[in-house]
Each structure stands twice: as structure tokens, then as C-alpha cells.
T-cell receptor
Framework: DGGITQSPKYLFRKEGQNVTLSCEQN?????MYWYRQDPGQGLRLIYY???????QKGDIAEGYSVSREKKESFPLTVTSAQKNPTAFYLC?????????????FGPGTRLTVL | GENVEQHPSTLSVQEGDSAVIKCTYS??????FPWYKQELGKRPQLIID?????GEKKDQRIAVTLNKTAKHFSLHITETQPEDSAVYFC??????????FGTGTSLTVIP
């Protein structure tokens, strides 16, 4: 799990501003994921990508955008259209995103909207 | 989509006792069920997983059982220790593509 990094650890944003969360992995994994974690709601999938230059929406993609230009990187942008962005954001990766691959999580970014 | 329910939301046990966490799922096509442990302020980590072609799997003090007919699976921790205190999440997926997580169980082991 040390092969996935997220930055920053804490992030503060004013309402109306877009902000980008970084996720990098050096595990040579094809698949990467973004989850949002809220108290009492577990982890909910925002976006996932199984290959470079391709990604799919998860259950709560509205107000978020992603890109996958490099295998190692999967940045998440929280836009001003996201109505309640304050949450803990977790990035994960797995070997292929198919079959029974283990997901490895990054340390997370806690976003607070002021 | 899949819906995973997890119970209880909080669980307190005395050190040395057993702890059981239960999850149900809705989509009969789900065939992979991992369990994650998240210690306070840390990332979730896989502790055990089970595939739909297996009814039970054990790893030292941790075991998982799966009942495909009833669509539920459970995590069993025996001889609990204070370091087992954490939040545990179950998940279900169809061939490891999208994962659907339960809402978590906060386990406290009382010394």
C-alpha cells in the first residue's frame, strides 16, 4: 500500500472554487479508483479507470471530473457544482480492475469547504 | 446497482471474546467479497476476502463465511485483541470491477 500516494493530506476550499486532488501510484496497476467517505455512509465510488485515457462514472460522479493521461496518475477535480464536497477522499488502485484483484488504498485527502 | 448492508454499526467486546460482523447484498451476480480494516486516521487495508465458489475461508484469527442462497456473508474474529479495534468494511463486486461497500462497523475491544 505504500505505492499509492495522495496529496495534499488536508485541503481547504472556499465555496465556488474548483480544487484538484492528486493520486499517484508506482505499482504498475492498470486500474485506479476514487471514493468518497462520509461518516456512517461507507465508501462510495466517484470514478474509476481501467486503462489510460478511459474512465467511467461511479454512483456519485456529479460535480466531479477526472483524467487519466498517465498510467501512474489519476487526479480528481472537485468542481463548484458539487453541492456538498466536504468529505474524506480515498484513491485506490488494482492490477487490472477485472477478476478478483485486491484494491490498495492511498492515505486519503480530507477536503473542507469553508 | 448492488446494495450492501452491514450490521452492527458499532460493536464492543471484551478482550479474548469473539466478534461477528454481518453483511447482506442484493445482486446475485456478485461473486467477490473482500473485508477491509481501517484504523483511525489510516487507509483501509484488505484483511480477508472470499469468492462465491467458496463457503468459508480462514486466516489465523479471522474467518469469513458466505451464504450465496441467503446473499449474506460474515466476518468472524476470534480471541480479540485491543489492536483489533478499528472500523471494518465489507464489500461486494461482480468480478472485481465496481466495488460496493457497506457502511462500516466500529469495533472496540475492551482490555
Amino acid at each position: 500500500d505504500g505505492g499509492i500516494t495522495q496529496s495534499p493530506k488536508y485541503l481547504f476550499r472556499k465555496e465556488g472554487q474548483n480544487v484538484t486532488l492528486s493520486c499517484e501510484q508506482n505499482l504498475n496497476h492498470d486500474a485506479m479508483y476514487w471514493y468518497r467517505q462520509d461518516p456512517g455512509q461507507g465508501l462510495r465510488l466517484i470514478y474509476y479507470s481501467q486503462i489510460v485515457n478511459d474512465f467511467q462514472k461511479g454512483d456519485i460522479a456529479e460535480g466531479y471530473s477526472v483524467s487519466r493521461e498517465k498510467k501512474e496518475s489519476f487526479p480528481l477535480t472537485v468542481t463548484s457544482a458539487q453541492k456538498n464536497p466536504t468529505a474524506f477522499y480515498l484513491c485506490a488502485s488494482s492490477t487490472t480492475g477485472l477478476g478478483y484483484d485486491t484494491q490498495y488504498f492511498g492515505p486519503g485527502t480530507r477536503l473542507t469547504v469553508l | 446497482g448492488e446494495n450492501v448492508e452491514q450490521h452492527p454499526s458499532t460493536l464492543s467486546v471484551q478482550e479474548g471474546d469473539s466478534a461477528v460482523i454481518k453483511c447482506t447484498y442484493s445482486d446475485s451476480a456478485s461473486n467477490y467479497f473482500p473485508w477491509y480494516k481501517q484504523e483511525l486516521g489510516k487507509r483501509p487495508q484488505l484483511i480477508i476476502d472470499i469468492r462465491s465458489n467458496v463457503g468459508e475461508k480462514k486466516d489465523q484469527r479471522i474467518a469469513v463465511t458466505l451464504n450465496k442462497t441467503a446473499k449474506h456473508f460474515s466476518l468472524h474474529i476470534t480471541e480479540t485483541q485491543p489492536e483489533d479495534s478499528a472500523v471494518y468494511f465489507c464489500a461486494a463486486s461482480i468480478s472485481g470491477n465496481q466495488f460496493y461497500f457497506g457502511t462500516g462497523t466500529s469495533l472496540t475491544v475492551i482490555p
